[in-house]
C-alpha cells in the first residue's frame, strides 16, 4: 500500500463539468505537490505547499485551483478544462521543505480525459 | 537555466543484457541534488537514489549502478543483468537548494522494455 493516495483513478469530464482530485498522504510529511505528466512531455510541476501554504504556483491556469487544508490532503479543483488538460496528475509529498533534495513520494495519479 | 536531458526515449534489450540510461543537466549552482526515479506502469514514481553535487563517488545497489560525473555533467544509471520487471520509465531529475521553493526539474523520461 502506498503512502500517497490519490482518487480517483480515473476520471472522464467534460469541458463545462466542475470535478476535484483528492490526495492523501499518511507519512507525515510537511510538503505536497501537483505535477502533470502529459505524453511526450516532462512532469510539469504545478503546485508546491509546504505546511499547508502555498510556496509555488508554476505559471497554471486558473482553471485549476488547488487547495491544502491540512498536510496530509491536497485536493485540485478542476472547472471549464479543455482537451489539452487531459493528463496523468501525479501528486507527491516529501518531509524536507522544497529546494532541499527532498526525496518525492507519489501517488499512482489520476488518469484524466476532457471531452 | 536549469534542465534535464534524457536523450534516449526508449531503449529495448533483451533479459540480462546491461543496459545504461543516460541523463545530461544544466545548472550554474554549485550546490545542487540529482535524482533517479523509476515510473512502473501502475504509474507511481519511485525513488531509486539521490546524490549531492559535493558527492561524486559512484553508487551501487545491486543490480543498478550511477556513474556521477561533474566534469560532463552527467548522472548516468546502469542495470546490469536486466530483467523484464525492469521495464518501466526512468526519469532523471534535479534538484536546487538555493533556489527557495523550487521543486524538481523532471526530465523527459526514458522507457525501458525488457523482453524475455
Known amino acids: 500500500e502506498t503512502g500517497v493516495t490519490q482518487t480517483p483513478r480515473h476520471l472522464v469530464m467534460g469541458m463545462t463539468n466542475k470535478k476535484s482530485l483528492k490526495c492523501e498522504q499518511h507519512l507525515g510529511h510537511n510538503a505536497m505537490y501537483w505535477y502533470k505528466q502529459s505524453a511526450k512531455k516532462p512532469l510539469e510541476l504545478m503546485f508546491v505547499y509546504n505546511f499547508k501554504e502555498q510556496t509555488e504556483n508554476n505559471s497554471v491556469p486558473s482553471r485549476f485551483s488547488p487547495e491544502c487544508p491540512n498536510s496530509s490532503h491536497l485536493f485540485l479543483h478542476l472547472h471549464t478544462l479543455q482537451p489539452e488538460d487531459s493528463a496523468l496528475y501525479l501528486c507527491?509529498?516529501?518531509?524536507?521543505?522544497?529546494?532541499?533534495?527532498?526525496?518525492?513520494?507519489f501517488g499512482s495519479g489520476t488518469q484524466l480525459s476532457v471531452l | 537555466a536549469q534542465k534535464v536531458t534524457q536523450a534516449q526515449t526508449e531503449i529495448s534489450v533483451v533479459e540480462k543484457e546491461d543496459v545504461t540510461l543516460d541523463c545530461v543537466y544544466e545548472?550554474?549552482?554549485?550546490?545542487?541534488?540529482l535524482f533517479w526515479y523509476k515510473q512502473p506502469p501502475s504509474g507511481e514514481l519511485v525513488f531509486l537514489i539521490r546524490?549531492?553535487?559535493?558527492?561524486?563517488q559512484n553508487e551501487i545497489s545491486g543490480r543498478y549502478s550511477w556513474n556521477f560525473q561533474k566534469s560532463t555533467s552527467s548522472f548516468n544509471f546502469t542495470i546490469t543483468a536486466s530483467q523484464v520487471v525492469d521495464s518501466a520509465v526512468y526519469f532523471c531529475a534535479l534538484s536546487h537548494p538555493n533556489q527557495a521553493g523550487t521543486a524538481l526539474i523532471f526530465g523527459k523520461g526514458t522507457t525501458l522494455s525488457v523482453s524475455s
Open positions: 546524490r549531492n553535487s559535493f558527492d561524486e
Open positions: 507527491a509529498s516529501s518531509q524536507d521543505r522544497p529546494g532541499t533534495g527532498e526525496k518525492l513520494f
Open positions: 545548472t550554474r549552482d554549485t550546490t545542487y541534488y
